[in-house]
């Protein structure tokens, strides 16, 4: 259960970091890795705390 609040926060934080990247127009290949990551991070995270 911690380990999904660790990754919520995680997934939190990268999805800030990429749109903190797009507004400061770093490459689309590290706004969209950071995007993906971090989206993929939020569903593990949702999908770990239902299934609780």
């Not at 800030?16 to 770093?26: E, N, P, Q, T, V």
């Not at 590290?30 to 939020?42: D, E, F, P, Q, Y």
């Amino acid at each position: 259960m911690i380990g999904a609040f660790v990754m919520l926060f995680v997934g939190g934080a990268l999805v800030g970091g990429a749109y903190s990247f797009f507004r400061s127009k770093k490459p689309w290949w590290s706004v969209a890795a950071l995007g993906v990551i971090g989206v993929i991070c939020l569903g593990l995270s949702f999908w770990t705390l239902q299934n609780l």
